[in-house]
Every structure is written in C-alpha cells, then in structure tokens.
C-alpha cells in the first residue's frame, strides 16, 4: 500500500502563485510515476502533470508553460508549482503515484485549489 499526503492548496488571485507538495509513504519502489490530477466541479478528472522516476514529464496543453512539476526521490516527494494562474484552474487537485510494473495505482486525498478574479 502507498499513502499520499498533499498539502499546499489554498485561495489565490489570478495571476498568482501556489506550490503543492505530495509526500508519498508505505511501499514505494523506485520505478513509478507521480503526479497531480484535477478535477472541477462537474467536470471530469484530467491529468495536469506527471513525472516519471526516469524523468519523463508530460503536461496538459492546458498547464503547459505556466505549471511545474518535479519531485524528489530521495524524500517520494512530488512538487507542483504552479505560476500565473487563471481562473479555470480551480479544482480539486489530487497527488497520483503509479508503480509502473503492476501499474498499481494510488491517490491523495485532494487539495482544494480556488483562483479569484
């Protein structure tokens, strides 16, 4: 099992800034994928940013540019900085961690993220 503690939500103005943090605990072996998802209200989940153990990222065309993801092995810790945020940004964000030979899938509670015009 692997749990998920996300941190770092909160209310922002647009155009402003906020880091979220995802610390990964339990059964964590080093190949995996972590990463953030989001989901507004009435909305679908969708992938925001994901990151590899190898490295690899991939972003949603929507958060390109604007968000960064990276992580830190040695702490199973996963980062999201998000710049320049808009107002469509707010969702519910939710920490992600895949163990890519079983393709084992775990998720975070959520943070809530709200921009404000």
């Known amino acids: 099992q692997v749990q998920l503690v996300e941190s770092g939500g909160g209310l922002v103005q647009a155009g402003g800034s906020l880091r979220l943090s995802c610390a990964a605990s339990g059964s964590i072996f080093s190949l995996n994928t972590m990463g953030w998802y989001r989901q507004a209200p009435g909305k679908q989940r969708e992938m925001v940013a994901i990151m590899t153990s190898g490295r690899y990222t991939n972003y949603a065309d929507s958060v390109r540019g604007r968000f960064i993801i990276s992580r830190d092995n040695a702490k199973n810790t996963v980062y999201l900085q998000m710049n320049s945020l808009k107002l469509e940004d707010t969702a519910f964000y939710y920490c992600?961690?895949?163990?890519?030979?079983?393709?084992?899938?775990?998720w975070g509670q959520g943070t809530q993220v709200t921009v404000s015009s």
């Open positions: 992600y961690y895949r163990y890519t030979p079983t393709r084992d899938e775990y």
